[in-house]
Nanobody, 124 residues
Framework: QVQLVESGGGLVQAGGSLRLSCAAS????????MGWFRQAPGKEREFVAAITRASSTYYADSVKGRFIISRDNAKNTVYLQMNSLKPEDTADYYCAADLNGYSIYTRQAEYDYWGQGTQVTVSS
C-alpha cells in the first residue's frame, strides 16, 4: 500500500510559479514511476508529467517547457515545478504512483495509487 499526499497548490497570477509536492509513504519509493495528472472543472483528468525510477521524464505538450517534474528519493517526494502559469492550467492536480518504475505511462489506468489532489487556480 502506498499513500500519497499532495501539497503546494494555491492561487497565483498568470505568469507566476508554484511548486507542487507529493510525499509518498512507500519504502520502495525509489523504484516507482511517479506521475502528475490534472482535472479542470467539467473536464476529464489528463496527464501532465511523469518520471521513472531512473529519472527519465515525459511531459504533455501543453506543459512542455514550462513544468518540470523531479524526485528526491531521500525524502520520498516528487515535485512539479510549474512556471509561466496560464489560466488554463487551473485544475485539481493529482499525484500517482506506478509500481513498474521502468516505463513512462500517460494513461490513468496504468497507475496503481493516487493522492487526494491539490487545487491550483491561475488568475488572469
Amino acid at each position: 500500500q502506498v499513500q500519497l499526499v499532495e501539497s503546494g497548490g494555491g492561487l497565483v497570477q498568470a505568469g507566476g510559479s508554484l511548486r507542487l509536492s507529493c510525499a509518498a509513504s512507500a519504502r520502495t519509493f525509489s523504484s516507482l514511476t511517479m506521475g502528475w495528472f490534472r482535472q479542470a472543472p467539467g473536464k476529464e483528468r489528463e496527464f501532465v508529467a511523469a518520471i521513472t525510477r531512473a529519472s527519465s521524464t515525459y511531459y504533455a505538450d501543453s506543459v512542455k517547457g514550462r513544468f518540470i517534474i523531479s524526485r528526491d528519493n531521500a525524502k520520498n517526494t516528487v515535485y512539479l515545478q510549474m512556471n509561466s502559469l496560464k489560466p488554463e492550467d487551473t485544475a485539481d492536480y493529482y499525484c500517482a504512483a506506478d509500481l513498474n518504475g521502468y516505463s513512462i505511462y500517460t494513461r490513468q489506468a496504468e497507475y496503481d495509487y493516487w493522492g487526494q489532489g491539490t487545487q491550483v487556480t491561475v488568475s488572469s
